[in-house]
């Protein structure tokens, strides 16, 4: 699997999910900076790290959304290049209009870092395909802007075509309001477009995809890319 990670001034999970493409796939990722323009042709994936792009001014990913290689992406994207988002990057897809919604401030208004449970909604897609759909799995967040919105018709939308990918959960899997850690919308963590080659989520699997780190979580997402892109 050969795959590119867009590197932002102030990205600082790119690293780290380098590290996950790697030592799952076995094959270095390629490491792209943001004023790039092109892409390579053979390229199987394009990961869009978490992090504070151009130090989440003006907005969380607005910025980094016009970057010279964010044209780039989403014309791939739009011919099926798989595209990955965490945490900034999902921001960032939301904001070049990749995915449906916006994440706006927590609603406690305060940066959120702990580990959460999320529930699996689907493994019907070439991310979570190593996932249970209803699976409860442990991965961490850091965030303050990760409260997931969208209107009615789009939530609808979202819903009926199947397209949110992990809920905010208990540790039985159960989605409530109480283990809401933002405020998003029927607490969504992570949403597909509805071709689902394009997935945005909040939690960061890199952060728990070996038991070195205190758990291995993360590491089916990343095991399910390689299986669907090698």
Same mark, same amino acid.
Request: glycine fraction near 8%.
């Given at each position: 699997?050969?795959?590119?990670?867009?590197?932002?001034?102030?990205?600082?999970?790119?690293?780290?999910?380098?590290?996950?493409?790697?030592?799952?796939?076995?094959?270095?990722?390629? $490491?792209?900076?943001?004023?790039?323009?092109?892409?390579?042709?053979?390229?199987?994936?394009?990961?869009?790290?978490? %992090?504070?792009?151009?130090?989440?001014?003006?907005?969380? %990913?607005? $910025?980094?959304?016009?970057?010279?290689?964010?044209?780039?992406?989403?014309?791939?994207?739009?011919?099926?290049?798989?595209v990955l988002?965490?945490?900034?990057?999902?921001?960032?897809?939301?904001?070049?209009?990749?995915?449906?919604?916006?994440? $706006?401030?927590?609603?406690?208004?305060?940066?959120?870092?702990?580990?959460?449970?999320?529930?699996?909604?689907?493994?019907?897609?070439?991310?979570?395909?190593?996932?249970?759909? %209803?699976?409860?799995?442990?991965?961490?967040?850091?965030?303050?802007?990760?409260?997931?919105?969208?209107?009615?018709?789009?939530?609808?939308?979202?819903?009926?075509?199947?397209q949110v990918?992990?809920?905010?959960?208990?540790?039985?899997?159960?989605?409530?309001?109480?283990?809401?850690?933002? %405020?998003?919308?029927?607490?969504?963590?992570?949403?597909?477009?509805?071709?689902?080659?394009?997935?945005?989520?909040?939690?960061?699997?890199?952060?728990?995809?070996?038991?070195?780190?205190?758990?291995?979580?993360?590491?089916?997402?990343?095991?399910?890319?390689?299986?669907?892109?090698?």
């Amino acid at each position: 699997m050969k795959a590119a990670v867009i590197v932002f001034p102030a990205s600082n999970c790119d690293r780290d999910v380098a590290v996950s493409i790697e030592r799952t796939s076995g094959v270095k990722p390629l $490491m792209v900076w943001h004023r790039e323009t092109t892409l390579p042709d053979d390229l199987d994936l394009v990961v869009v790290p978490g %992090g504070f792009s151009y130090g989440d001014y003006l907005r969380s %990913g607005a $910025m980094a959304a016009h970057s010279p290689i964010m044209r780039e992406v989403k014309s791939r994207s739009e011919r099926g290049l798989p595209v990955l988002g965490i945490c900034n990057g999902f921001q960032i897809l939301t904001e070049a209009g990749m995915l449906p919604g916006v994440l $706006m401030r927590n609603a406690r208004l305060r940066f959120i870092c702990r580990d959460v449970y999320l529930r699996v909604e689907t493994h019907d897609s070439l991310f979570t395909d190593r996932y249970e759909t %209803g699976e409860t799995v442990r991965i961490p967040i850091a965030h303050h802007d990760g409260n997931y919105f969208a209107d009615d018709a789009t939530l609808k939308e979202i819903e009926d075509n199947r397209q949110v990918a992990f809920r905010y959960c208990d540790e039985e899997g159960e989605v409530r309001p109480e283990v809401n850690p933002n %405020g998003s919308r029927a607490n969504i963590a992570g949403v597909f477009n509805r071709d689902r080659t394009v997935l945005g989520m909040m939690p960061h699997p890199e952060r728990l995809a070996e038991d070195i780190l205190g758990g291995a979580d993360g590491k089916p997402l990343f095991l399910s890319l390689v299986e669907a892109l090698s």
